[in-house]
């Protein structure tokens, strides 16, 4: 099984499935492990209101005889969170701080939900 990791349930600097390795041409190949690491500081503004302040790390193969990882990537953010009866409503913007040659420089997310 492939795995494409990337987005607000894994690396938050990358949209989802963009996290995962890349072949010689770009394209990206999946990953046959990963391990990833996440760490969230939130502050409550009010009753439904927060600021959360992450890091996420993400250490990628794409074949097991490379495991743990051959790709290890690391992303920083900030993020806004409306508490709402489904769960939170996110706005988080997660900056990569060692982005590959095609990855973006930082990734701005919307989504519902806990995100993990």
């Known amino acids: 099984m492939w795995v494409y990791p990337g987005g607000d349930g894994s690396i938050r600097g990358y949209r989802k499935g963009e996290a995962a390795p890349r072949d010689a041409a770009g394209l990206f190949v999946g990953a046959k492990s990963y391990l990833q ?12 209101w927060s ?7 993400l250490g990628t193969a794409a074949s097991l005889r490379d495991y743990p990882s051959t790709d290890t990537l690391y992303a920083a953010g900030l993020g806004l969170r409306y508490q709402t009866i489904i769960g939170p409503v996110r706005l988080e913007y997660g900056r990569n701080l060692n982005p590959r040659p095609l990855d973006p420089s930082g990734t701005l997310l919307f989504s519902i939900g806990y995100p993990f």
């Open 51 to 57: 600021v959360v302040l992450f890091g996420d790390a």
């Open 37 to 48: 690491f996440n760490l969230e500081l939130e502050q409550a503004l009010s009753g439904k």
